[in-house]
């Protein structure tokens, strides 16, 4: 049967051809990028911290007795007074090698990885769980509101989430506060665990976590619902208007595999976009999340750390955060790689 | 004998309801398919081709709605369907190519994702036999190395080859009935006749069609009969050799004036002065009246019906009969 073997022939080649043009090319292209980019930002914050101020300075300020030889020991300690290529190019070595130094003042001299790793933990656990909901709900909800554009629920829909966009997490969290925490007393005030293991309710200190996210993420949840069911809705919107959805439509295909096949795989694209860069925006708006709920994260870490001219944990979070922001980037690109062919293929 | 009709549409209203107002789309019009025929749907953008095969897959998109009429297929009214009816009929029994071939098919997924998920939607075979099928179906609309091409992506293919998917898509599960919506408009001349070299041959599959297109010239070689379209309302019906040989209709006389393939003389093809009318408050009467050289008095008065001037010759214009009498003196 020679169409037998087209089949198989065509099954053969398209494997050949799917494992040359394979996504690892183009990850290890783009890892290749980030590179520079990494060292391009590690030099702008080393920099930039070293010509804020002198952090012995502010550590021995409030001691009147201190003598400039103590002074200029304490500068020789930390290796301050080498040149400033040379602090970086020694940070750069022991960052290869997995150290990014100690603390000068938070939690006394701890090594600023345990630092970062601890808070941002923190930061992490809230923030992912506040995505993860936020996505889980809006998505369908644009999607429903647009597949039924100015209906009662389009409009009742598209009316709460601009009035949801409008009001500032910080405002949304106080009148939270007020309301949960200060006059019904459900959920505690802030921080992410009791401090004493005898106030764990159930003596479980899991939910004692889960009693301490809840407040918090529920609130996030909410203010990054509203951006991303504009989003869906309105992607959404212009992908079924689109001529390959008429013509799945007029295939006979089932409006389920016209919306959630054809559909929303276009309309995602946008969504992964905002979900990229909502990494970069999460930990620039952490500091005011974590200061309004007064959750231990990295935000409120990097606050602390400048006020007190914290060298090496500003830097090690800055070498942290960078690295986040770029991982979500490459992962933002495959995830476009896989969803969109063009990318992938040229 | 009378020849028969796989299609009959009696008084199909489709409206768009817009902000701006109710736009008229389709306004009451009345046309038939034969079996095994090729009707040519004719007239300028903006008329309602298609708007008409939508409604026929009653896939109108939002405003739209299909207010009144019957669309019988095979003695069935396509109206009283279900909606799970129509998905088996559509693509299966009535087969869709649209407008613009660059757009028609999904850019994210591989054209053999897009063929065989239509196979598999019709017919109960394995997903083996669905890509057999579909490399068979490229042979068909004429593909070199289809084992190749099937697996490639819509931006990887030029317009021509596009289409030619489209097409195959269309016939991949052998549809009683083809709606080709301009299948050649967007295309390059040399490619718009090899596609309609192949429309042309698909005619020996023995299926119908509704060949939609603005220019006669297109027509000319592929449909059997052919119905003029202006602004929601069918002017002219008629076999296509009466249709160049003797038009009755001021506008169809004004569309084969337009040809841009004018085949006996190269004359430069003339544009019909004015623009298709505002279909939310279309003129009263014939909507062509003010555009119509040879408009009367009471043409803005009266709406003309579609009217048997000889036989299998159908025309909506009051003064057809007098233009038939003179037809040598008014025409060029
Ligand atoms: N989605 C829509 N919303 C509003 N009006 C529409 C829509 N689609 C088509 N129309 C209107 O219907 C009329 C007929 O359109 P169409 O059938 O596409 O014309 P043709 O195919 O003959 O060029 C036009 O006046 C057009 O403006
Ligand atoms: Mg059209």
């Known amino acids: 049967m020679p169409i037998k073997t087209n089949v198989l022939q065509s099954i053969l080649y398209k494997i050949k051809h799917m494992a040359k043009s394979s996504m690892a090319k183009y990850v290890l292209r783009r890892l290749l990028y980030l590179i520079p980019i990494f060292f391009g930002i590690l030099i702008i914050v080393f920099v930039s911290t070293r010509m804020a101020g002198d952090p012995v300075k502010l550590m021995t300020g409030l001691n009147p007795r201190i003598t400039a030889e103590a002074r200029e020991r304490l500068t020789q300690y930390y290796g301050l007074d080498q040149p400033l290529y040379y602090q970086f190019l020694k940070f750069v070595w022991e960052m290869l090698h997995g150290n990014l130094g100690n603390s000068y003042a938070i939690r006394g001299g701890t090594a600023v990885t345990t630092l970062v790793g601890d808070y941002a933990w923190e930061t992490f656990k809230l923030q992912l769980t506040a995505l993860f909901f936020s996505l889980l709900i809006a998505i369908p909800i644009g999607i429903l509101s647009a597949r039924k554009q100015y209906s009662k629920l389009d409009v009742t829909v598209t009316t709460t989430s601009l009035i949801g966009t409008c009001i500032p997490i910080f405002y949304m969290g106080i009148v939270a506060i007020l309301i949960f925490s200060y006059s019904l007393g459900w959920f505690p005030y802030g921080a992410a665990h009791s401090l004493d293991p005898s106030r764990y309710p159930f003596g479980s200190y899991l939910l004692d976590e889960l009693w301490h996210l809840f407040l918090p993420a529920t609130v996030l949840t909410f203010a990054e619902l509203a951006p991303v069911v504009l989003l869906v809705r309105s992607s959404m919107l212009e992908v079924l208007r689109q001529d390959y959805i008429l013509a799945a439509r007029a295939s006979g295909l089932s409006e389920r595999t016209v919306i959630y096949k054809h559909a929303l795989r276009n309309a995602l694209i946008p969504v992964v976009t905002y979900v990229g860069l909502y990494f970069g925006g999460m930990l620039a708006g952490a500091p005011i999340t974590e200061k309004v709920f007064n959750w231990p994260g990295v935000g409120r870490l990097y606050v602390e750390a400048i006020s007190k001219l914290d060298f090496p944990v500003i830097t090690g979070i800055t070498v942290f955060v960078t690295l986040m922001v770029l991982i979500a980037n490459l992962v933002t690109d495959i995830a476009y790689a896989y969803i969109d062919p063009r990318i992938r293929i040229e | ?332």
Request: with cysteine; net charge neutral; hydrophobic share 40%.
């Open chain 2, 1 to 332: 004998m009378a020849p028969r009709e796989i299609l009959k549409i009696e008084n199909l209203t489709t409206y768009f309801y817009t902000w701006a107002g109710v736009v008229k789309a389709v306004d009451g019009i009345s046309l038939d398919v034969r079996e095994g025929e090729t009707l040519g749907l004719v007239g300028e953008s903006g008329s309602g081709k298609s708007v008409t095969a939508l409604s026929i897959l009653r896939i109108v998109p939002m405003p739209g709605r299909i207010i009144g009429g019957k669309i019988i297929y095979k003695g069935e009214n396509l109206l009283e369907k279900t909606e799970d009816e129509m998905q088996q009929i559509r693509g299966k029994e009535i087969a869709y190519i649209s407008q613009d071939p660059a757009t028609s098919l999904n850019p994210v997924f591989s054209i053999a994702d897009q063929l065989t998920e239509v196979i598999r939607r019709h017919q109960n075979v394995t997903k083996e036999e669905a890509l057999k099928k579909a490399i068979e179906l490229f042979r068909l609309v004429e593909i070199a190395d289809p084992e190749i091409k099937i697996w490639n992506y819509p931006h990887q293919l030029s317009g021509g080859m596009k289409q030619r998917i489209a097409i195959a898509r269309a016939l991949s599960c052998q549809p009683n009935l083809l709606l080709a919506d301009e299948p050649t408009t967007n295309l390059d001349v040399t490619i718009q006749a090899q596609i309609l070299e192949l429309m042309k041959n698909l005619k020996k599959l023995g299926m119908s069609m509704i060949l939609i297109t603005h220019d006669m010239g297109v027509v000319a070689g592929v449909a059997d009969r052919i119905n003029v379209m202006y602004a929601g309302r069918v002017c002219e019906v008629a076999s296509t050799k009466t249709i160049f040989r003797n038009p009755v209709h001021p506008y169809s006389r004004a569309l084969l004036e337009a040809v841009s393939h004018v085949t006996v003389k190269r004359v430069q093809p003339k544009i019909i002065p004015g623009a298709i009318p505002n279909l939310i408050s279309p003129p009263s009467g014939c909507r062509f009246h003010p555009r119509c050289d040879f408009a009367a008095a009471e043409c803005a008065a009266v709406v003309p019906q579609l009217v048997e001037i000889e036989p299998e010759h159908y025309v909506a214009c009051i003064r057809a009969k007098e233009f038939m009498e003179n037809v040598k003196e008014v025409k060029l």
